[in-house]
């Protein structure tokens, strides 16, 4: 059964950093686009970041570019999402979604979400 697992959330203070994991197990995700996305309180589901799943492209949403770095580790069926000059306004529950093909047929993954809090 396939199951991704985040983790690295927390409360940090506006300049800070965390580093967000997202662990996948029961496939091998090396095919899969690994992508993050969050949710603030009040506000529809966003895409945050996307690494394709040659690991040659990686795609950023406009307020995270600079300040957000996401990596995948394919031997680990794992993607990081590496945040810096944290601002309040990235208070969300942050989630991980793999895409792909598997046995010709298109599959979606969710994580269940971690908190990520800002504090001015």
């Known amino acids: 059964q396939v199951q991704l697992v985040e983790s690295g959330g927390g409360l940090v203070q506006a300049g800070g950093s965390l580093r967000l994991s997202c662990a996948a197990s029961g496939r091998t995700f090396s095919s899969y686009d690994m992508n993050w996305y969050r949710q603030a309180p009040g506000k529809e589901r966003e895409f945050v970041a996307a690494?394709?799943?040659?690991?040659?492209?990686?795609y950023y949403a406009d307020s995270e570019k600079g300040r957000f770095t996401s990596t995948r580790e394919n031997t680990r069926n794992t993607v990081y999402l590496q945040m810096n000059s944290l601002i309040p306004e990235d208070t969300a529950i942050y989630y991980c979604?793999?895409?792909?093909?598997?046995?010709?047929?298109?599959?979606?993954?969710w994580g269940q979400g971690t908190q990520v809090t800002i504090s001015s």
């Open positions: 690494s394709s799943w040659s690991g040659g492209s990686t």
């Open positions: 979604n793999f895409v792909g093909i598997h046995s010709k047929r298109f599959e979606d993954y």
